[in-house]
Protein backbone atom coordinates (compact mmCIF):
# COMPACT_ATOMS: atom_id res chain seq x y z
CA UNK A 1 0.00 0.00 0.00
CA UNK A 2 1.60 3.38 -0.87
CA UNK A 3 1.98 5.89 1.23
CA UNK A 4 -0.55 8.52 0.62
CA UNK A 5 -3.13 5.72 0.61
CA UNK A 6 -2.00 5.25 4.29
CA UNK A 7 -2.35 9.02 5.23
CA UNK A 8 -5.79 8.79 3.65
CA UNK A 9 -7.13 6.30 5.80
CA UNK A 10 -5.87 7.80 9.21
CA UNK A 11 -7.92 11.25 8.03
CA UNK A 12 -10.89 9.39 7.60
CA UNK A 13 -10.74 7.47 10.33
CA UNK A 14 -9.92 10.60 12.40
CA UNK A 15 -12.55 12.01 11.21
CA UNK A 16 -15.01 9.40 12.08
CA UNK A 17 -13.58 9.51 15.68
CA UNK A 18 -14.23 12.91 15.84
CA UNK A 19 -18.00 13.30 14.31
CA UNK A 20 -18.74 10.21 16.96
CA UNK A 21 -17.35 12.23 19.80
CA UNK A 22 -19.41 15.39 18.13
CA UNK A 23 -22.93 12.96 17.96
CA UNK A 24 -22.48 11.64 22.04
CA UNK A 25 -22.00 15.18 23.38
CA UNK A 26 -24.88 16.58 21.23
CA UNK A 27 -27.37 13.42 22.51
CA UNK A 28 -25.97 14.05 26.07
CA UNK A 29 -28.40 16.33 28.64
CA UNK A 30 -26.80 18.79 30.39
CA UNK A 31 -27.22 17.70 34.08
CA UNK A 32 -30.51 20.20 35.87
CA UNK A 33 -28.96 23.13 37.62
CA UNK A 34 -30.29 23.47 41.18
CA UNK A 35 -30.68 27.40 42.34
CA UNK A 36 -31.70 27.88 45.57
CA UNK A 37 -33.50 31.57 46.47
CA UNK A 38 -33.55 33.22 49.55
CA UNK A 39 -36.91 35.43 48.07
CA UNK A 40 -39.77 34.77 49.85
CA UNK A 41 -42.62 33.63 47.53
CA UNK A 42 -45.76 36.30 47.18
CA UNK A 43 -49.41 34.99 46.85
CA UNK A 44 -52.24 37.01 45.94
CA UNK A 45 -55.05 37.07 48.10
CA UNK A 46 -58.16 35.85 46.50
CA UNK A 47 -62.32 36.33 47.79
CA UNK A 48 -65.34 35.18 46.32
CA UNK A 49 -67.55 37.50 44.39
CA UNK A 50 -70.72 36.86 42.92
CA UNK A 51 -71.01 36.55 39.50
CA UNK A 52 -73.19 35.72 36.04
CA UNK A 53 -72.32 32.48 35.31
CA UNK A 54 -73.72 32.84 31.93
CA UNK A 55 -75.65 35.40 30.27
CA UNK A 56 -78.26 36.95 32.01
CA UNK A 57 -81.20 38.83 30.07
CA UNK A 58 -82.50 41.83 31.10
CA UNK A 59 -85.79 40.92 33.06
CA UNK A 60 -84.54 37.33 33.48
CA UNK A 61 -84.81 36.10 36.97
CA UNK A 62 -80.85 35.66 38.29
CA UNK A 63 -82.29 32.24 39.25
CA UNK A 64 -79.23 30.06 41.57
CA UNK A 65 -78.06 28.22 38.22
CA UNK A 66 -77.41 31.84 36.23
CA UNK A 67 -75.33 33.29 39.18
CA UNK A 68 -72.21 31.71 41.11
CA UNK A 69 -69.14 32.62 43.60
CA UNK A 70 -65.92 33.00 41.34
CA UNK A 71 -62.26 34.18 42.75
CA UNK A 72 -61.15 37.10 42.60
CA UNK A 73 -57.70 39.51 43.55
CA UNK A 74 -58.52 41.00 46.71
CA UNK A 75 -57.12 44.53 45.68
CA UNK A 76 -59.64 44.10 42.72
CA UNK A 77 -62.74 44.58 44.76
CA UNK A 78 -64.85 47.48 44.26
CA UNK A 79 -67.04 48.72 47.14
CA UNK A 80 -70.54 47.75 44.74
CA UNK A 81 -69.25 44.02 44.39
CA UNK A 82 -70.80 41.02 46.58
CA UNK A 83 -68.22 39.27 48.82
CA UNK A 84 -68.85 35.89 50.31
CA UNK A 85 -67.09 36.82 53.02
CA UNK A 86 -69.74 39.63 54.03
CA UNK A 87 -72.82 38.00 52.29
CA UNK A 88 -72.55 34.26 53.04
CA UNK A 89 -76.41 33.76 51.91
CA UNK A 90 -76.19 35.89 48.77
CA UNK A 91 -75.97 32.77 46.44
CA UNK A 92 -79.79 32.25 47.34
CA UNK A 93 -80.97 35.67 47.90
CA UNK A 94 -80.24 37.63 44.87
CA UNK A 95 -81.67 34.36 43.05
CA UNK A 96 -85.03 35.72 43.76
CA UNK A 97 -84.06 39.01 42.15
CA UNK A 98 -84.31 40.26 38.47
CA UNK A 99 -82.00 41.60 35.98
CA UNK A 100 -82.75 45.48 35.27
CA UNK A 101 -80.10 45.23 32.50
CA UNK A 102 -78.18 42.52 30.85
CA UNK A 103 -75.27 40.37 32.53
CA UNK A 104 -72.65 39.28 30.47
CA UNK A 105 -70.78 35.82 31.78
CA UNK A 106 -68.38 36.31 34.34
CA UNK A 107 -69.56 40.10 35.10
CA UNK A 108 -70.11 40.73 39.04
CA UNK A 109 -73.64 41.15 40.27
CA UNK A 110 -74.32 44.57 41.75
CA UNK A 111 -77.46 46.00 43.17
CA UNK A 112 -77.40 48.98 40.61
CA UNK A 113 -78.18 46.51 37.93
CA UNK A 114 -80.65 43.65 39.29
CA UNK A 115 -84.88 44.67 40.84
CA UNK A 116 -86.18 43.30 44.42
CA UNK A 117 -89.41 42.59 43.61
CA UNK A 118 -92.39 40.23 43.70
CA UNK A 119 -94.11 41.64 41.15
CA UNK A 120 -94.13 42.62 37.31
CA UNK A 121 -90.71 43.05 35.58
CA UNK A 122 -92.21 46.62 34.20
CA UNK A 123 -93.77 47.83 37.76
CA UNK A 124 -90.64 47.05 39.01
CA UNK A 125 -87.95 48.70 36.43
CA UNK A 126 -90.30 52.13 36.49
CA UNK A 127 -89.21 55.01 38.26
CA UNK A 128 -91.20 56.60 41.32
CA UNK A 129 -93.61 59.02 39.81
CA UNK A 130 -93.63 57.27 36.40
CA UNK A 131 -96.15 55.56 34.13
CA UNK A 132 -96.22 52.73 31.69
CA UNK A 133 -98.60 53.24 28.99
CA UNK A 134 -99.25 51.31 25.36
CA UNK A 135 -100.07 53.32 22.35
CA UNK A 136 -100.74 51.89 18.75
CA UNK A 137 -97.92 52.07 16.49
CA UNK A 138 -97.57 50.49 13.01
CA UNK A 139 -93.75 50.47 10.91
CA UNK A 140 -94.63 53.15 8.76
CA UNK A 141 -95.45 55.67 11.66
CA UNK A 142 -92.63 54.55 13.86
CA UNK A 143 -89.28 55.81 12.11
CA UNK A 144 -89.82 52.74 9.45
CA UNK A 145 -89.84 49.38 12.45
CA UNK A 146 -86.41 50.95 13.39
CA UNK A 147 -87.40 51.99 17.05
CA UNK A 148 -86.14 49.77 19.78
CA UNK A 149 -86.64 49.41 23.94
CA UNK A 150 -84.88 52.31 25.79
CA UNK A 151 -84.46 54.52 22.40
CA UNK A 152 -86.31 58.34 22.80
CA UNK A 153 -89.14 59.65 21.02
CA UNK A 154 -91.23 62.78 20.40
CA UNK A 155 -94.97 61.71 19.68
CA UNK A 156 -96.72 63.57 16.65
CA UNK A 157 -100.29 63.94 16.26
CA UNK A 158 -102.03 64.45 13.45
CA UNK A 159 -105.99 65.21 12.76
CA UNK A 160 -108.79 66.75 10.60
CA UNK A 161 -109.17 70.41 10.55
CA UNK A 162 -112.50 70.12 12.89
CA UNK A 163 -113.83 72.97 10.50
CA UNK A 164 -116.00 71.09 7.83
CA UNK A 165 -115.28 73.69 5.47
CA UNK A 166 -111.36 73.49 5.68
CA UNK A 167 -110.20 69.73 4.16
CA UNK A 168 -106.78 70.53 5.89
CA UNK A 169 -104.40 68.08 8.19
CA UNK A 170 -103.47 69.65 11.44
CA UNK A 171 -100.41 68.06 12.96
CA UNK A 172 -98.74 68.40 16.29
CA UNK A 173 -96.10 67.45 18.48
CA UNK A 174 -97.76 66.40 21.99
CA UNK A 175 -94.75 64.55 23.90
CA UNK A 176 -91.06 65.22 23.63
CA UNK A 177 -88.38 62.98 24.51
CA UNK A 178 -90.18 60.55 25.71
CA UNK A 179 -88.47 56.77 26.54
CA UNK A 180 -89.81 53.90 25.01
CA UNK A 181 -89.75 51.11 27.39
CA UNK A 182 -91.20 47.82 25.52
CA UNK A 183 -91.61 47.20 21.85
CA UNK A 184 -94.69 45.09 21.78
CA UNK A 185 -93.45 42.36 24.45
CA UNK A 186 -90.01 42.82 23.70
CA UNK A 187 -87.85 44.95 26.53
CA UNK A 188 -84.43 44.86 24.56
CA UNK A 189 -82.70 44.12 21.87
CA UNK A 190 -81.77 40.05 21.18
CA UNK A 191 -79.62 38.35 19.05
CA UNK A 192 -78.34 41.30 17.18
CA UNK A 193 -81.48 42.49 15.83
CA UNK A 194 -81.28 45.90 14.75
CA UNK A 195 -84.87 46.68 14.59
CA UNK A 196 -88.61 45.71 15.45
CA UNK A 197 -91.70 46.24 13.50
CA UNK A 198 -94.37 45.97 16.33
CA UNK A 199 -97.65 46.70 16.96
CA UNK A 200 -97.50 48.20 20.17
CA UNK A 201 -95.10 50.85 21.68
CA UNK A 202 -95.16 51.09 25.44
CA UNK A 203 -93.96 54.88 26.75
CA UNK A 204 -91.90 55.83 29.70
CA UNK A 205 -94.56 58.81 31.16
CA UNK A 206 -95.43 60.72 34.01
CA UNK A 207 -99.05 60.91 35.27
CA UNK A 208 -99.66 64.19 33.51
CA UNK A 209 -98.52 62.69 30.24
CA UNK A 210 -100.61 59.78 29.96
CA UNK A 211 -103.60 61.77 29.93
CA UNK A 212 -102.22 64.04 27.14
CA UNK A 213 -101.63 61.10 25.30
CA UNK A 214 -104.77 60.02 25.88
CA UNK A 215 -106.30 63.01 24.73
CA UNK A 216 -104.47 63.24 21.71
CA UNK A 217 -105.23 59.26 20.82
CA UNK A 218 -108.88 60.05 20.43
CA UNK A 219 -108.59 63.52 18.60
CA UNK A 220 -106.02 61.62 16.11
CA UNK A 221 -108.12 58.38 15.94
CA UNK A 222 -105.52 56.59 17.02
CA UNK A 223 -103.05 57.39 14.83
CA UNK A 224 -100.12 59.03 16.81
CA UNK A 225 -96.37 59.07 14.73
CA UNK A 226 -93.10 58.24 16.85
CA UNK A 227 -90.37 60.42 15.54
CA UNK A 228 -87.10 58.93 16.92
CA UNK A 229 -84.60 61.38 18.92
CA UNK A 230 -80.64 61.25 18.53
CA UNK A 231 -78.99 59.62 21.35
CA UNK A 232 -77.21 62.94 21.77
CA UNK A 233 -80.77 64.11 22.17
CA UNK A 234 -81.92 61.57 25.07
CA UNK A 235 -80.39 63.52 27.89
CA UNK A 236 -82.46 66.43 27.38
CA UNK A 237 -85.59 67.04 29.42
CA UNK A 238 -88.94 66.15 28.30
CA UNK A 239 -91.01 67.98 28.10
CA UNK A 240 -95.33 68.16 27.54
CA UNK A 241 -96.19 69.37 24.32
CA UNK A 242 -99.52 69.18 24.74
CA UNK A 243 -100.79 70.05 27.76
CA UNK A 244 -103.31 72.76 26.33
CA UNK A 245 -105.10 69.49 25.27
CA UNK A 246 -106.10 68.74 29.21
CA UNK A 247 -109.04 71.11 30.13
CA UNK A 248 -107.62 71.37 33.72
CA UNK A 249 -103.95 71.72 32.36
CA UNK A 250 -101.68 74.73 32.02
CA UNK A 251 -102.69 76.19 28.50
CA UNK A 252 -99.47 76.76 26.97
CA UNK A 253 -98.68 79.28 24.65
CA UNK A 254 -99.23 77.70 21.09
CA UNK A 255 -96.93 78.00 18.38
CA UNK A 256 -97.55 77.55 14.82
CA UNK A 257 -98.92 74.42 13.45
CA UNK A 258 -98.43 72.73 10.02
CA UNK A 259 -101.32 72.51 7.23
CA UNK A 260 -101.20 70.10 4.95
CA UNK A 261 -103.55 70.87 1.70
CA UNK A 262 -103.29 68.86 -1.28
CA UNK A 263 -100.26 67.79 -0.99
CA UNK A 264 -98.79 71.89 -0.21
CA UNK A 265 -97.61 72.37 3.79
CA UNK A 266 -98.25 75.93 5.23
CA UNK A 267 -97.37 76.90 8.48
CA UNK A 268 -99.70 79.34 10.74
CA UNK A 269 -100.33 80.38 13.64
CA UNK A 270 -103.10 79.76 15.53
CA UNK A 271 -105.27 82.70 17.32
CA UNK A 272 -104.60 83.34 21.21
Known sequence: MKPIQLVLIAVALVAALGAGFLMMNMNSKPAPVIVQSNEPIVTIP????????????????????????????????????????????ALKEYAKTIAR???????????????????????????????????????????????????????????????????AWLTETVLQNVRILAIDQVIEEKDGEKSKVGNTATLELTAQQVEIITAAQKMAGNKL????????????????????????????????????????????????
Do not use: C
Request: glycine share 8%; no cysteine; charged share 30%.
Open 46 to 89: LVDVLTASKEIPMGTALGEKNIKWEQWPKNGIRDSFIVKGDRPE
Open 101 to 167: TSFFAGEPIREQKIVRSDSGYLSAILPAGKRAIAIRVAAETSAGGFILPNDHVDVVMSYKNPDPSDN
Open 225 to 272: NLALRSVEDSEIESSDSGSHLLSSGPRRKRGSVKIIRYGTTQEVRPRS
